[in-house]
């Protein structure tokens, strides 16, 4: 039995059906079959945005059918449709991702990919959200996607066109409008106070 993140090889590849075995007391990731740490806890200002964002968002889909969740949720996200624990290599925790297709969701999390997915960073994750994670997304068929950064006080907001995430706009200020829910604009001094 895996209890410790140190019993994993750093190199190695493993797929979900691994990821479910482990007794880990740290959170982890799979981002294409490679162990991602998610320790030590996020800083202050992340968690005041995460909080923020989150309570935002779910107040506008208070008894719609779209479901807003917080990390730790497993996203499982599969390449070809193979579902399958064994075949699937990425598993996230987005730190807010909105589901709006109840058969996407199961009592282990997600299986596919959200509507839209928020990450917020830190000094430690900046490049998987603006690299890895985003081309996973973007792979996936994430509709949405925002990285928040706390330190700087913006926020990239990407569509999925076609294939792509295209950049909408980097926001500093003002409103906020999702794109794919465009009746839900976040203030941008309300994610950051």
Same mark, same amino acid.
């Given at each position: 039995?895996?209890?410790?993140?140190?019993?994993?090889?750093?190199?190695?590849?493993?797929?979900?059906?691994?990821?479910?075995?482990?007794?880990?007391?740290?959170?982890?990731?799979?981002?294409?079959?490679?162990? !991602?740490?998610?320790?030590?806890?996020?800083?202050?200002?992340?968690?005041?945005?995460?909080?923020?964002?989150?309570?935002?968002?779910?107040?506008?889909?208070?008894?719609?059918? @779209?479901?807003?969740? $917080?990390?730790?949720?497993?996203?499982?996200?599969?390449?070809?449709?193979?579902?399958?624990?064994?075949?699937?290599?990425?598993? &996230?925790? #987005?730190?807010?991702?909105?589901? @709006? $297709?109840?058969?996407?969701?199961?009592?282990?999390?997600?299986?596919?990919?959200?509507?839209? &997915?928020?990450?917020?960073?830190?000094?430690?994750?900046?490049?998987?959200?603006? $690299?890895? *994670?985003?081309?996973?997304?973007?792979?996936?068929?994430?509709?949405? =996607?925002? !990285?928040?950064? #706390? *330190?700087?006080?913006?926020?990239?907001?990407? &569509?999925?066109?076609?294939?792509?995430?295209?950049?909408?706009?980097? =926001?500093?200020?003002?409103?906020?409008? @999702?794109?794919?829910?465009?009746?839900?604009?976040?203030?941008?001094?309300?994610?950051?106070?």
């Amino acid at each position: 039995m895996i209890t410790d993140i140190s019993q994993l090889d750093p190199n190695g590849t493993y797929t979900y059906a691994d990821y479910l075995k482990w007794q880990l007391d740290e959170h982890v990731e799979l981002i294409r079959g490679k162990i !991602i740490a998610m320790s030590p806890a996020p800083k202050r200002m992340h968690q005041s945005a995460s909080g923020n964002l989150s309570y935002t968002i779910r107040h506008y889909f208070d008894g719609a059918t @779209c479901q807003v969740y $917080d990390a730790p949720f497993d996203v499982r996200l599969p390449v070809q449709n193979k579902k399958k624990p064994e075949q699937i290599y990425s598993v &996230v925790q #987005p730190d807010i991702c909105v589901i @709006c $297709d109840s058969t996407k969701l199961d009592d282990d999390g997600c299986l596919g990919a959200p509507d839209w &997915v928020i990450e917020i960073t830190s000094a430690r994750t900046a490049k998987y959200d603006f $690299d890895e *994670k985003f081309h996973l997304y973007e792979q996936a068929g994430v509709r949405e =996607y925002w !990285i928040v950064q #706390p *330190k700087e006080k913006a926020v990239n907001v990407y &569509v999925l066109e076609g294939d792509e995430f295209a950049l909408v706009d980097i =926001y500093e200020s003002g409103e906020i409008p @999702c794109r794919i829910f465009p009746e839900l604009i976040v203030p941008h001094e309300r994610i950051f106070r």
